[in-house]
């Protein structure tokens, strides 16, 4: 079920007609389903069968408060990674108490922050990291709940810049070192140990990965508690992919009915860290046609998104669909879809068949919801893009599209200048 769909040729978000958002709000400008938000919602939930579990959505995917607020009302938590995600998360009324903190670089006021709010546990990285916390909670006279990410060196099989769970990055302790950090850990007087966490790397499309990382993580918990140290969150991370192109990743079902037998003898608490998995295939970027141009080796259809409104093209070659917002009845063409900014890195989808196109007529950039407006910019001093959340046969406006005036809003000029 799709509830980004054609009705007479023209693409209509639920019940609501993208070309009038388009009319109302400009563009470029990102679009959200409510619906499909709760039916990932639902589907991540229902998969738990019983399990005692917290889900905690990674905000990294998609930080808007409006979205960050229907999550909060599910019942979900939050990953975070930056005292700026911990701002967003409590402001859209996500309890501190089902928030994990990830990272390998926390600074001190960000980790004071989270340790004020009282977050459910620290995810540290490195024995450096360990001892800071212990440190900053030692001054604020508390203990600091804390999971090490144990990095089980498994290949997640997903691009690179994606790919975390292996040594040769800089992410987690290596699992054949954990057991020292632990004891460490168990050393530093204001840590408390209640977890363990891992997270291998982002887009995973199969099954083994998961399953693999999760049987060393469960072994190595039954290694922690022989000698004393007791875990309560058992934290397998996000990186359950999504259908981009003609990918078939697991569903949250089939996933959590291969790893909740693996995990069930712990009695842990199963906390997960989707992100793309539930916002991804719920946003589309929606973009204007302004030029068509050829040579006698391409064709351009240049469009008014580029790279600083959605950076996945450019950053990893990542592939999205792109359907025009009114089908007609016309040839089919080879092209570069391409944005406005001076960089030939600088394109949507490249060597792409698609509907031959006219300056003002739209596209949809499908699958943007994830990664998308949380990684743009103002490159170029563009003006980051609307955001919009349909909800039936309504549309609102979640974010204004940045004015010009926004670009300088923090510069100064020093009086010598002036
Ligand atoms: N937990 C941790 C510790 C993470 O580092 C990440 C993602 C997640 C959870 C959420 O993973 P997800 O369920 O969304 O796969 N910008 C890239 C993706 C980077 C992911 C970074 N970490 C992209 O556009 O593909």
Redesign the pocket.
């Known amino acids: 079920m799709d509830y980004f769909n054609y009705r007479r040729g023209k693409l209509f978000a639920e019940d609501v007609d993208i070309q009038a958002i388009a009319e109302k709000v400009g563009t470029p400008f990102y679009v959200y389903s409510h619906r499909t938000i709760t039916r990932h919602i639902n589907a991540v939930r229902d998969a738990f069968s019983g399990h005692p579990h917290i889900v905690c959505y990674?905000l990294?995917?998609n930080s808007n408060g409006a979205l960050l607020r229907i999550f909060a009302r599910e019942g979900f938590g939050g990953?975070i990674?930056s005292g700026g995600e911990l701002f967003r998360a409590r402001k859209a009324g996500i309890p501190s108490k089902k928030i994990v903190y990830?990272g390998v670089g926390k600074t001190g006021p960000e980790i004071r922050a989270a340790l004020k709010a009282g977050i459910l546990m620290f995810?540290v990285e490195s024995n450096d990291e360990l001892r800071a916390i212990d440190r900053i909670a030692a001054s604020m006279k508390k203990r600091a709940p804390v999971a090490l990410r144990v990095n089980p060196d498994i290949d997640a099989g997903t691009?690179p810049?994606?790919t975390?769970g292996m040594k040769k990055y800089k992410f987690g302790i290596p699992v054949d070192e954990a057991l020292e950090s632990y004891r460490l850990a168990k050393s530093l007087k204001n840590i408390e140990i209640v977890g363990v966490q891992k997270?291998i790397g982002?887009?995973l499309t199969e099954m083994r990965p998961f399953v693999e990382s999760a049987e060393r993580i469960v072994s190595f918990v039954e290694r922690l508690r022989s000698e004393g140290i007791g875990i309560k969150y058992l934290d397998m991370?996000?990186?359950?992919g999504i259908r981009y192109d003609d990918e078939t990743p697991p569903e949250p079902h089939e996933l959590l009915n291969r790893l909740i037998p693996l995990v069930k003898h712990t009695s842990c608490t199963l906390i997960i860290?989707?992100?793309?998995?539930i916002i991804g295939n719920a946003g589309m970027l929606v973009t204007s046609v302004l030029y068509l141009k050829s040579n006698d080796q391409k064709n351009f259809v240049i469009v008014d998104a580029g790279m600083n409104d959605l950076v996945?093209p450019s950053l990893?070659d990542?592939f999205h669909k792109i359907e025009p917002v009114a089908k007609k009845r016309r040839a089919e063409i080879k092209a570069d879809i391409v944005g406005p900014i001076c960089e030939s890195g600088d394109f949507i989808a490249r060597d792409r068949m698609i509907q031959e196109m006219r300056a003002g007529e739209l596209l949809a950039v499908r699958s943007a919801g994830?990664?998308g407006f949380s990684?743009s910019s103002n490159y170029n001093s563009r003006p980051r893009p609307a955001e919009v959340l349909v909800d039936g046969d309504k549309f609102h406006v979640i974010r204004k599209r940045e004015r010009i005036e926004d670009l300088i809003a923090h510069e100064q000029i020093p009086a010598f200048l002036k």
């Open positions: 990674a990294k995917a990953d990674v990830a995810n691009h810049y994606i975390t997270h982002s887009q991370g996000g990186g359950l860290e989707p992100g793309r998995s996945r990893y990542a994830a990664y990684m």
